[in-house]
């Protein structure tokens, strides 16, 4: 039996489906589904924007986007005249007056007319239209008892305009019901990471302030803010990557084991970190966070402007990098650091979780000290390439003198997958598809998160320090090193 077997039809409806986010992730990740058999048959996918599009005109469009957006060696003719044939438009601002999109409210109803189809509305738009678009569906009767929604982060600007938008989501779906998503809890390395903690008696028992000496996330990216210039401005690093993805990655590395994989247990294990980080507030931020800015520099061999070259020369305050050392404090991690960073117009676009245990008490190696033996790492890696590498030291290989040197093991997290791997945004969706939440962030979960991160942007805010600058192309702003320097360790 198919896994679309096990899931009836559904009716995607998509708020801003002409937008970015729909155009290069979600209906390529929906095509990649449909591709392998895991849209149910029958189902609809409606794309809900103001661009005016028929049907046809809007699969003809998203027929050439895909070519574009679709992993290397993805893109099947015959799946992709498949998979538009599913597609439908309706024209609706729904950021505009009520009364003059009344009509269209009324098409949606009707297309959606149809029994026995778990609807699954997904918003891809800005959050402060998450709202209305709640209240309409409400009010027009859309929302039947299996119906879903799913929110793209960010959920808000800072923890209260979080708490309205949980607050006017809530009044039409419940909590069960809403689908909160991070696409990096979707890739293949994050969820071999719970397997290799729970399932092997070989790492447990060595996760623990006991063994471990820091732990480190890295999320850098080669780009610049590119077409997003306007949200970013007004949004920066801090609330567009660390008060999500790398707070759900350091939740993952640091949880307690659950009682179960069952969705609340994961998530009651992951709010349990957030709300033991040790709060940074006033001076502790100078100290433990660094924000920096790009300017213009080289990557590969191609220059590239600056961010305020970007906003058309506009001096600008808002920060592209962010460095972190945060504190989970806890029996398990009491003394042991975090150290998270992450920002645009780096050296590389990679992702990575480094788990760096306590090295050797005693060297019996003559002329080699323990401090100079290599440390064992667990190197979880995201992006580019999805594997676990575990860092050893090994004997050089050869007659006469005994040395060392490093060798590590490596497991490649896609398997045999390779390129038909379905990718984050696929496997998220079979889930919502599924009603399953666990990789989901519940309420209180985003709420915790913007409640560490606000103290941080209000000292920033009220600091008479600019971001400091680092050159495109490097690894950020020296700053960022001395963070780790003055523990005596270095990022990896």
Same mark, same amino acid.
């Given at each position: 039996?198919?896994?679309? /077997? ?48 028929? &049907? ?44 003059? %999109? ?198 590969? &061999? ?84 999805? /594997?676990? %590498? ?60 913007? /409640? ?9 805010? %009220? /600091? ?29």
């Amino acid at each position: 039996m198919s896994a679309s /077997s096990r899931i009836g039809p559904c009716d995607i409806v998509v708020f801003g489906g002409t937008g970015d986010l729909a155009l290069r992730k979600l209906l390529p990740a929906l095509y990649l589904r449909d591709r392998d058999g895991l849209l149910p048959r029958g189902t609809r996918i409606i794309a809900v924007s103001r661009a005016g599009l028929e &049907d046809v005109g809007y699969r003809v469009k998203i027929s050439g986007e895909l070519g574009h957006a679709l992993p290397p060696g993805t893109a099947d003719p015959g799946a992709i005249a498949a998979f538009v044939r599913r597609l439908h438009h309706i024209t609706l601002d729904v950021g505009g007056r009520f009364t003059t %999109e009344e009509q269209a409210w009324r098409d949606l109803v009707v297309a959606l007319a149809h029994a026995g189809r778990t609807r699954v509305f997904y918003l891809a738009c800005t959050p402060d239209l998450f709202g209305p678009i709640c209240r309409n569906l409400r009010r027009w009767g859309l929302i039947d008892p299996g119906a879903r929604v799913v929110l793209e982060k960010p959920i808000g600007h800072d923890l209260a305009s979080a708490r309205r938008i949980n607050d006017e989501v809530g009044t039409a779906f419940t909590e069960d019901r809403i689908f909160r998503i991070d696409h990096y809890l979707g890739k293949e390395t994050v969820q071999n990471l719970l397997v290799l903690r729970f399932a092997n008696a070989l790492f447990e028992p060595l996760w623990n302030s006991g063994s471990i000496d820091h732990v480190q996330i890295t999320v850098s990216e080669s780009l610049g803010v590119g077409g997003r210039v306007g949200y970013y401005d007004d949004s920066g690093t801090a609330r567009d990557m660390l008060q999500n993805h790398l707070l759900q990655l350091l939740c993952l590395v640091a949880m307690e084991p659950p009682i179960r994989l069952d969705p609340e247990a994961v998530r009651d294990r992951k709010l349990e970190v957030l709300r033991a980080l040790a709060p940074l507030t006033g001076a502790a931020v100078g100290r433990a966070t660094v924000r920096g800015q790009y300017t213009a520099g080289v990557i590969g &061999d191609r220059p590239v402007p600056g961010y305020t070259d970007e906003l058309g020369g506009r001096p600008s305050d808002t920060e592209t990098f962010v460095a972190c050392r945060a504190e989970v404090r806890n029996w398990r991690w009491a003394g042991v650091p975090f150290y998270l960073r992450t920002g645009k117009r780096l050296d590389r676009h990679a992702a990575e979780i480094v788990v760096q245990l306590r090295g050797v008490p005693h060297s019996i190696f003559p002329g080699v000290a323990a401090s100079a033996l290599p440390p064992n790492r667990l190197v979880l890696r995201l992006h580019p390439d999805e /594997s676990v %590498e575990l860092h050893l030291a090994g004997k050089q290989p050869g007659p006469g003198e005994l040395r060392l040197q490093p060798m590590s093991l490596r497991l490649d997290a896609a398997g045999d997958a390779g390129p038909r791997s379905p990718g984050a945004y696929a496997r998220l969706l079979g889930d919502v598809l599924r009603g399953d939440p666990t990789l989901f962030m519940r309420r209180d979960e985003v709420e915790a998160a913007w /409640s560490w991160v606000e103290p941080i942007l209000a000292a920033w805010s %009220e /600091s008479d320090c600019p971001p400091v600058q680092y050159a495109a192309g490097t690894t950020g702003p020296a700053a960022a090193a001395d963070l780790l320097g003055r523990d005596g360790r270095s990022w990896a």
